[in-house]
Protein backbone atom coordinates (compact mmCIF):
# COMPACT_ATOMS: atom_id res chain seq x y z
CA UNK A 1 0.00 0.00 0.00
CA UNK A 2 1.47 2.99 -1.00
CA UNK A 3 2.09 5.99 1.79
CA UNK A 4 0.40 9.20 1.59
CA UNK A 5 1.89 12.06 -0.58
CA UNK A 6 3.83 9.31 -2.23
CA UNK A 7 4.78 9.99 -5.93
CA UNK A 8 2.92 6.67 -8.00
CA UNK A 9 2.22 5.48 -10.87
CA UNK A 10 -0.91 4.53 -12.31
CA UNK A 11 -0.43 1.71 -15.19
CA UNK A 12 -3.91 1.66 -16.08
CA UNK A 13 -4.48 5.32 -17.12
CA UNK A 14 -0.90 5.88 -17.48
CA UNK A 15 -0.92 8.33 -15.47
CA UNK A 16 1.26 9.56 -12.05
CA UNK A 17 -0.06 10.88 -8.99
CA UNK A 18 0.43 11.80 -5.64
CA UNK A 19 -1.62 10.09 -2.83
CA UNK A 20 -4.12 11.80 -0.86
CA UNK A 21 -6.08 8.58 0.86
CA UNK A 22 -6.65 4.77 0.72
CA UNK A 23 -9.10 2.46 1.79
CA UNK A 24 -9.96 -1.01 1.14
CA UNK A 25 -7.30 -1.40 -1.55
CA UNK A 26 -8.90 2.06 -3.69
CA UNK A 27 -6.14 4.63 -3.62
CA UNK A 28 -6.97 7.97 -4.31
CA UNK A 29 -4.49 9.82 -6.60
CA UNK A 30 -4.27 13.90 -7.06
CA UNK A 31 -2.10 14.83 -10.50
CA UNK A 32 1.18 16.07 -9.61
CA UNK A 33 0.22 19.95 -10.73
CA UNK A 34 -3.19 19.92 -9.36
CA UNK A 35 -6.11 18.96 -11.09
CA UNK A 36 -9.29 16.28 -10.55
CA UNK A 37 -8.35 13.16 -8.23
CA UNK A 38 -9.30 9.57 -9.13
CA UNK A 39 -9.38 6.39 -7.80
CA UNK A 40 -7.14 3.42 -8.80
CA UNK A 41 -6.37 0.17 -7.55
CA UNK A 42 -3.47 -0.51 -5.65
CA UNK A 43 -2.52 -3.39 -8.09
CA UNK A 44 -2.05 -1.11 -10.83
CA UNK A 45 0.40 1.20 -8.76
CA UNK A 46 4.38 1.17 -8.77
CA UNK A 47 6.71 3.65 -7.02
CA UNK A 48 6.70 6.50 -10.15
CA UNK A 49 10.42 7.01 -11.11
CA UNK A 50 11.83 10.53 -12.30
CA UNK A 51 11.24 9.40 -15.95
CA UNK A 52 7.40 9.00 -15.49
CA UNK A 53 7.11 12.36 -13.62
CA UNK A 54 7.32 14.94 -17.01
CA UNK A 55 5.67 18.24 -16.97
CA UNK A 56 1.77 17.97 -17.15
CA UNK A 57 1.87 19.64 -20.43
CA UNK A 58 4.52 16.77 -21.70
CA UNK A 59 2.21 13.90 -20.02
CA UNK A 60 -0.81 15.16 -22.15
CA UNK A 61 1.46 14.98 -24.63
CA UNK A 62 2.58 11.87 -23.96
CA UNK A 63 -1.01 10.34 -23.45
CA UNK A 64 -1.97 10.82 -27.21
CA UNK A 65 1.01 9.72 -28.62
CA UNK A 66 0.56 6.01 -26.44
CA UNK A 67 -2.76 6.16 -27.82
Same mark, same amino acid.
Given at each position: ? %???????? +??? #? @????????????????? %???????? +??? #? @?????????????????????????
Amino acid at each position: M %PELHETVY +DSK #T @KRVGEVMDTAWGIVQLR %PLHGGQEW +DAD #T @KDLSRAVSLERPSSDLSAVLEEWDR
